[in-house]
């Protein structure tokens, strides 16, 4: 153990020993490096400078419409610019016809710029927790930078504009034509409403007549409630008045005196030649119509014809109501006809209304679009790009600092290179 620490520490001395008495290797090493870094970044290599244009997505597409069922939401479907994400701006923003375009009016071929340099030039930042987007272009030029940023930026909101006039055309010439297409539909259902309104016994005239019979009706049924409690009043007062008559005589006999009678006591007088006086205290015996017996025959013929007449009434009431239900049952189906009828063309009118005020106001909507920049209206140019004062590139001390460990590194490397290979020399002079 002791010996293969001191053999360890054996090894440890040695390396370091080496690195001792290579150290003037070390240090021009790492001084050469030094040098050639200072050079280049100071003397060679070019400054580069950073200009930023920072965009602001509005997400004004999500207010333009709100989606609806029906025709509306169809065509909102077809007028609304597709909704674009933060990352969808970025990935277009550097598409080639962008960058084309821009290269084409800085005139960038002049500088030996082409679409693949250029868009290794952009670089895009999304700021966290924001619809901030920032066009971040790097050069030589400050001034070069500057314009590339701040033309992107505009290229591309005109970029997103043009996109959307051509959707809203498109859109716009297909509402045209089926806007007249509507037109027609809805002359034509209109038509057919005012054909089927001038016909006779519409549903407004149906529910009159129902209603006529119904209130018809009611009466009819009240009357002939009225009728049968009549019916029954009479018919319990003709009960009540032929039990009195079975219990009253038609006839009354009746005991007076002779001289109580003047005419009677003159005609036997006149037959007999009796005075006055002689037939005084004769009674006679009479049968005399009894008037209570009359008068209850004649009320219970008045009754009997009450009652003939109030029967004859009721029943004809019951015809009435049962007539007048049949011919209602009729007009409520004809009524329900009409109503299903009606109910269909005005929905057709309605549809047909609806359909065509859809495609008005929705081709209105897309002629605004047409007319407004809608690219400004879903992004635009929050802060346009200044010359930098300060270049960002070539981080001079970062490359020392780089180059003075990269130095280091070699310089040991070589260290130990040639210690080893002297090394090797002499076990291999000792050996031979």
Known sequence: ???????????????IEALLRQRKLIIGVTLAC????????????????????????????????QQEEGVKGFLDGMVQYPEMSIETYKQQINNPHVLQQTIDELKLDQLKITRRSLQNMVSLENIKDTNLININVTYTDKKVATDIANTIAKKFTEFVSNNANIQYTKSSDFMKGQLGLEKENLDQVLVEYKN????????NELEKEV?????????????????????????????????????TPDKMTLKKALSDDAYLAQVIKDDTGKDAKELYGVQVTTEETNEAYIELRKQIDLLKIELAKTSSAKNNLKNLVSSMQKELENLQVNLAEKQHEEQTITQKVEIAQNTYNAFVEKFEETRIAKSSTIGDLTISVLSAAVEPLEPVGPRKMLNMAIAGVLGIMMGVFLAFAREYWK???VTNKKVA
């Open 423 to 425: 090394s090797s020399a």
């Open 34 to 65: 030094l040098l050639t870094s200072f050079v280049v970044s100071f003397f060679i290599l070019d400054p580069v400078y950073e200009s930023k244009a920072t965009l602001i997505a509005s997400g004004i597409s999500k207010q333009l419409t």
């Open 211 to 247: 209603d006529s019979k119904l209130e018809l009706i009611t009466k009819y049924k009240t009357d002939l409630v009225d009728a049968q409690i009549q019916e029954k009043k009479i018919s319990a007062a003709l009960s009540v008045a032929e039990n009195a008559l079975t219990n």
């Open 196 to 203: 089927y309104m001038a016909k006779p016994r519409g549903k």
């Open 1 to 15: 153990m002791e010996q293969q620490n001191q053999y360890d520490e054996i090894s440890l001395r040695e390396l």
